[in-house]
């Protein structure tokens, strides 16, 4: 699959990608930090399931209808090369998703993000070999310096070789779904090849978040049924974490149509500063002096990214 479309960002909107980028990491940390608690009564499966099931309705009726309203845009007609990119970041995402939850269960809230957060260096190689997003040797630097500081926040003193292994698998395996995902999407939203970005990356996100729901509620009618009466049964935070999961990928996305998902994704890594909170504040988890040096390098990495682009 390849998108050949020009990069939106030529089109004069400057810095807005970092701002819907940093608006979105501060909304799924709150909603990682929901989908955590629930795994606990829901499980893998039924966490996971709760941010599409209860996300789709936020996308569909509310984000779609209001860009249509608001904006004067009509639903556009997605070519047939649409449906193979958001196919690709739909499942990708539900295996991301699904194997970030199992991985946080056994690890703290922040050393499982710090796995996960491999992501930016390999979305810059999806990105290269599929959609041909360039990547400058400056952002290239940023990358890896981001990256290294979220592996030294990964190094813990003490875990055992065999749990220290397999969390790292599982998290950089999770890292790259979620990579994959990025570069599914951002595929799908450009194929579009609308002169509006915003219709674009809301009518991506709501025949997204669709897909999702109705593969995974299939997946628990046929498999595990009671799960979905335990979800329905915790609508009010399954609520709140849809909704939350909902408006951090509308701004996902948003940033996906105007610029490169190695940029979106590495200056994403400011939700290890919001994991820093949620860990020291909410789940009373005592923050290190290795994890703090970890933390001062992906500020490192971002603020280069950010002087680079």
């Known amino acids: 699959m390849d998108a050949r479309v020009k990069p939106a960002h030529d089109g004069g909107l400057g810095m807005l990608w970092a701002v819907f980028t ?8 709150a909603r990682n930090a929901m989908q955590r608690e629930l795994t606990a009564t829901l499980g893998t499966v039924g ?26 845009y009509s639903l556009p007609n997605p070519p047939a090369i649409f449906w193979p990119w958001v196919v690709a970041g739909a499942v990708t995402q539900i295996a991301a ?39 400058t040797p400056l952002t290239a630097a940023a990358i890896v310096i981001a990256t290294v500081g979220v592996i030294v926040i990964s190094l813990k003193p003490g875990a055992s070789k065999v749990s220290t292994r397999r969390s790292t698998a599982i998290g950089i395996a999770s890292g790259a779904l979620f990579a994959l995902s990025a570069i599914g999407y951002r595929g799908a939203i450009l194929s579009l090849q609308l002169p509006h970005f915003v219709m674009s ?66 200056l994403a890594l400011v939700e290890v500063l919001f994991a820093q909170g949620v860990t020291r504040f909410i ?8 994890e703090l040096g970890g933390v001062a390098l992906v500020v490192l990495g971002v603020l280069l990214l950010v002087w680079a682009y």
């Open 47 to 72: 966490a996971t399931h709760v941010r599409f099931l209860f996300g789709f309705p936020f996308a569909l009726f509310v984000f779609l209808p209001g860009v249509m309203y608001f904006a004067g």
């Open 283 to 290: 789940f009373k988890q005592p923050t290190t002096n290795r």
């Open 97 to 135: 998703t699904a194997t970030m939850l199992s991985v946080m269960g056994e690890r703290s809230f922040v050393v499982a993000y710090a796995y996960i957060k491999t992501e930016p260096v390999q979305v810059a190689l999806f990105g290269l070999i599929f959609l041909h997003d360039h990547v």
């Open 201 to 266: 990356a809301t009518f991506t996100l709501a025949v997204g978040l669709l897909m999702q729901a109705a593969m995974l509620t299939l997946y628990l009618v046929l498999r595990e049924p009671k799960v979905l009466g335990n979800i329905m049964r915790a609508w009010k935070p399954s609520l709140f974490a849809g909704f939350m999961g909902a408006f951090a990928s509308e701004f996902w996305f948003l940033a996906f149509a105007i610029a490169t998902a190695a940029n979106v994704r590495t």
């Open 22 to 29: 940093l608006i979105a990491a501060a909304a799924q940390t």
